[in-house]
């Protein structure tokens, strides 16, 4: 956690690495694994080289018996060490995604949800998640080969130079020129190629999700061949540039092919210059070492052929570093005090005064000036239109976000002294839109309270009147829900948070809008069920649904963020407000019904 | 799984060429190969008995001609390839997203529209793998190997039966710790998608996590999992990765075998330096592709799966070419559900893949200005039978007759004309509020479509918008609120003008403001107009003369007609 907020200003890719720290000398002995495998590679056919060169001269099979076991080894070497490599640098990875995930985890548990707005739009946060995950490519095709290609570079560089010292310059130039310069190279026209690509991606992305999401209404509407019309354009300005950039991409495999060549030709224009120099088998340069450099030469360029898919993986990593940086240097939603109140007792008391939450200051409040009082056995609702300022109130209470300006009290003492976690556990309930777990149903209700009895657990569901359900299923309590509860209804996924925050049971409950995305019956259906449920309770309910609400202490209507009226339910509506136009909207009907 | 899908070559045409350019590029890359170790050779050898740089020259620019040749050649595969998976892409693009359209709204809805466009999409670029890499390389493991061996059987047999001899290992044991590793591996991958899914999970729902006080001991478990995962997949790397382990075992052990055996024989003086030295450079080649194409399979897998989803989407045989294109057969007479009579006569519906009926033996006659309501539960039938009235689905049995002609005959744009739809939740296009209004009538002129907004009691908030009629609603439309969206839904459909209309439960999703004003606006639209309507709910119905109710596929009619005006609607407006 320190590692990656203490190190703010630094480059994203730097602060990210500087997370596999501890594992330093397992990422050591995997670049050592694969240096030392690879050097046996290129040893093995400079060992053969010598070894043809050398009994090519015909002396006592003494001097080839070396060469003749090396190459044995050598060849045994390389196999084993390019395993423990690939074995070392995956453990080293999936141990860093661990701490990554961890510390990302726990940032984002500060920040969750208000700090986050930014990135619950669309499929931000999994791909916020897949960047995390994504690092774990990091250092397995990121990392590994350029250290290991610049030891066995050095090495291969080395001997040469031991050898025939002019060649060694030439290999140099050619490792460098295939290992740094080309890898950049298509580093740099992938991300062109990308950039270019990108909105015409989008586009057809846009023209393919329209055509086959709305296939029903252009089909009705005798729109077919528009839609086709528009993705197939899309699609053909996607070919062309595709085709267009082929050829950069082909560039880097071709220069690398090239470089390879030229440097292999240009060690053996030395050594034949200088062996034919010299004018004798036994010149300058004899058979065995210009055998020995060659292949040398020959074999040193598989260090670097990973490089240019290094270069792109190390720029994906940037740009995800990058995305992730942003989660980590959000500003925290609410400020944590150094020295909190004790938690605080029960029964609770919540008095707010004026209050006004601000999001962004070129933004106007999403609440303004709201006076709320919130106590043992009083059941309150909260209605209004959407985007009206409910849930910001809901948040304020949960300690998901602070008041701007005027005061809220718990307990008599500022909300905002207490640690925020200490608040959720005498305010609790039910968030906008629920998160149901990929887990069983008993996974998802014991959540609330782990330690809850299996008669507890069934109460709770009897109360949100699940357990018949609950009952009735196969597999029963232990069902397995699916990811986003996809294997219940609607119906289903509302009442299971609702018996969640039932079985949570806290001092103040707080359901915010329980019956979203229900059809009117059965939003009918859950409201009377919750309002038979929280009688009792000190309850605040969010909630689009007037029905049922007479049962209810006060009710607070909140429009364009203030506060537009309260009373009950028979004075709200007698008076000609916005709460009598909601009732009779939606609600004459069912009313007038004898 | 097949290296080659057959299937490939059949529907892309840009695939069948550019095999034939692979096959032509693996040749001229074999045959280069083959040069450069003879050239090579010759030039060690002859440096090394003193020959001068003058009479190896020609060997020397021969040499760099053939390497400027190879780099030649792989930059030009590459290219080849590149644009090769760009045009197998949009032929399989096109193919994939006519067919899909072909198969029909209820089709899509039935297999997760989502899905397929995310394989339109994304998929498919798993192909550029395939093709830039897997196939040349497979390609060349062919090739190779043998070009390889017979070369090297010219100069030294011996030497040719140890290659011979080790070289099939490299495929029988890459098979062999295959079919270990697979089922392994396939477990492997589910539980790599669980636990990425359950990170993911967790931190969806944090919000909910905090509110219990789970969010801090929750990160404890994240790192126990991530470990459990890394123990696990650990253990299966260890035997995933012998494949690569045996395969470079076998080439360096074979290379070690080949240079000592040659080795051996120049140091008794049966061989010559040349030969010995071609050999050996020869040698490695014949097992870098094989190497190459076991490293490649994986990275191709992923394209390959991509395109065999693609073809079994495509073999999906289309219900009906009549659905989707105008049938070209008219009955001569052209029906008008301004006068025409529709009826259903024992029509049952099955989907395809389902062994319930979705409908059974439906009798039901809609006359001009019925207002019909269709009444049940989710699941019940109502939106099936709204789908076989818009041609989304053709029934299984029964017969559909509009004015005494068949409705199979007329062709289906000329149907279509006459029906506006209203859907529960409409999809607006990522396009200006003018177009989707105007969805399927380029030609309305701007006054029609504000005076459709203005009917659909949408015009306020469209003027308020920054940028009017012309402003992009954004992808689904999710710039506007779903009140807004369902408004543009029915200016869509006052601007389709038809005779009959559709009301599939507009006001489901909405709450009780949006849903008024949208009430205001429906009564509007139904006004000399056949209606049927959907609902969830008896008591949420507008003024209907006749109330059907639907159970589990079987259509009933109401003992008696609804009780009058009980409808919110009427509560408001009379």
Sequence with gaps: ?594 | MKPLDPRLLRYSAAARGYLAVTVVLGLAATGLILIQASLLARLLAGAATGTGLTVLAGALVTLVVVLVARAGATYGGEVAALRAAAAVKSQLRRRLVDHALRLGPSWLARNSSGGVTTLATRGLDGLDAYFARYLPQLVLACLVPVAVLIRVAFADWISAVVIGVTLPLIPVFAILVGLHTKTVTQRQWRLLARLGGHFLDVVEGLPTLKLFGRGKPQAEVIGQVTEEYRAVTMSTLRVAFLSGFVLELAAALATALVAVEVGLRLLAGHMSYQTALLVLLLTPEAYLPLRAVGAQFHASTEGAAAARDVFEILDTPAPNASLTTPASASSGRRVSLHTDTIKLSGVSLVYPGRDRQALSAVNLTIRPGDRITLAGPSGAGKSSLLALLLRFAEPAGGRIEVGGVDLTSIPVGEWRRQISWVPQQPYLFTTSVAANIALGQPAATQAAIARAAQAAGAAEFIEGLPDGYATEVGERGLRLSSGQRQQIALARAFLHDAPLLLLDEPTAHLDAVSARRLEEAIVVLTANRTVIQVTHSQNETRDISRLFTLDQGTLSQASSPCPAPASALLAVTS
């Excluded at chain 1, 556990?425 to 149903?441: E, K, L, R, Y």
Aim: contains cysteine.
């Design chain 1, 1 to 594: 956690m320190t590692v990656l907020t203490g190190t703010q200003g630094r480059s994203p890719l730097w602060r990210l690495l500087r997370l596999a720290r501890p594992m330093r000398r397992e990422l050591l002995f995997a670049v050592l694994a694969g240096a030392v495998g690879c050097g046996c590679g290129v040893a093995l056919l400079a060992t053969s080289g010598f070894l043809l060169a050398r009994a090519s001269q015909h002396p006592n099979i003494v001097a080839i018996s070396i060469a003749v076991v090396l190459v044995r080894a050598l060849s045994v070497g390389r196999g084993l060490l390019r395993y423990l490599e690939r074995l070392f640098s995956h453990d080293v990875a999936f141990r860093v995604l661990a701490d990554v995930r961890v510390a990302i985890y726990r940032r984002l548990e500060r920040l969750a949800p208000a700090g986050l707005m930014a990135f619950r739009s669309g499929d931000m946060l999994t791909r916020l998640i897949s960047d995390v995950d994504a690092t774990q490519d990091l250092f397995i095709r990121g990392i590994v080969p350029p250290l290991t290609a610049a030891l066995v570079g050095a090495g291969a560089t080395t001997a040469v130079l031991l050898v025939f010292a002019p060649a060694a310059g030439v290999l140099a130039a050619g490792l460098l020129a295939a290992g740094v310069l080309v890898p950049v190279v298509t580093a740099a026209s992938a991300r062109r190629a990308a950039r270019l690509a990108a909105p015409a991606r989008g586009e057809l992305g846009a023209a393919v999700t329209d055509l086959l999401g709305g296939a029903a209404e252009l089909h009705a509407f005798g729109a077919v061949e528009t839609g086709l019309d528009r993705a197939r354009a899309a699609d053909a300005d996607l070919t062309r540039l595709a085709r267009r950039s082929a050829s950069a991409s082909g560039l880097g495999i071709g220069l690398s092919a090239a470089v390879a060549g030229l440097t292999l030709w240009g060690v053996l224009l030395l050594g034949v210059i200088t062996t034919g120099v010299a004018g004798t088998g036994s010149g300058s340069l004899g058979r065995v070492p210009l055998a020995v450099i060659t292949l040398t030469a020959l074999a040193a360029f598989e260090a670097v052929t990973a490089l240019p898919a290094a270069a792109i993986q190390l720029g994906h990593a940037r740009v995800a570093a990058g995305r992730i940086a942003e989660v980590l240097d959000a500003p925290d939603p609410v400020r944590s005090p150094e020295r909190p109140f004790p938690p605080p007792r029960r029964p609770v008391e919540i008095s707010i005064r004026g209050g006004t939450v601000r999001y962004s200051g070129t933004e106007p409040p999403a609440v303004r000036d709201i006076d709320l009082d919130l106590g043992p056995g009083r059941r309150v609702a909260l209605v209004g239109p959407t985007g009206a300022g409910k849930s910001t109130l809901a948040a304020v209470l949960f300690r998901f976000v602070d008041l701007s300006s005027g005061t809220a009290r718990l307990n008599g003492r500022d909300l905002a002294g207490y640690d925020p976690d200490d608040v959720r556990t005498v305010i609790s309930g039910c968030a906008q839109d629920p998160h149901i777990f990929d887990a069983t149903i008993r996974d998802n209700l014991r959540l609330a309270r782990p330690q809850a009895s299996d008669a507890e657990l069934a109460r709770a569901a009897a109360d949100a009147r699940l357990l018949d359900w609950i009952a009735s299923l196969p597999l029963g309590w232990d069902t397995p829900v699916g990811a986003h509860g996809a294997a219940l209804s609607g119906g289903q996924r509302q009442r299971l948070a609702l018996a969640r925050a039932l079985l949570a049971d806290p001092p103040l409950l707080v359901l915010d809008e329980p019956t979203a995305h229900l059809d009117p019956a059965n939003r009918r259906a859950l409201t009377a069920d919750l309002l038979a449920a929280t009688a009792g309770r000190a309850t605040l309910l969010i909630t689009h649904e007037l029905d049922g609400l007479d049962a209810v202490d006060e009710i607070v209507v909140l429009d364009h963020g203030r506060v537009a009226e309260r009373g009950t339910h028979a004075e709200l509506v007698e008076a000609d407000g916005v709460y009598h136009r909601l009732w009779q909207a939606g609600h004459a009907a069912a009313r007038t019904d004898p």
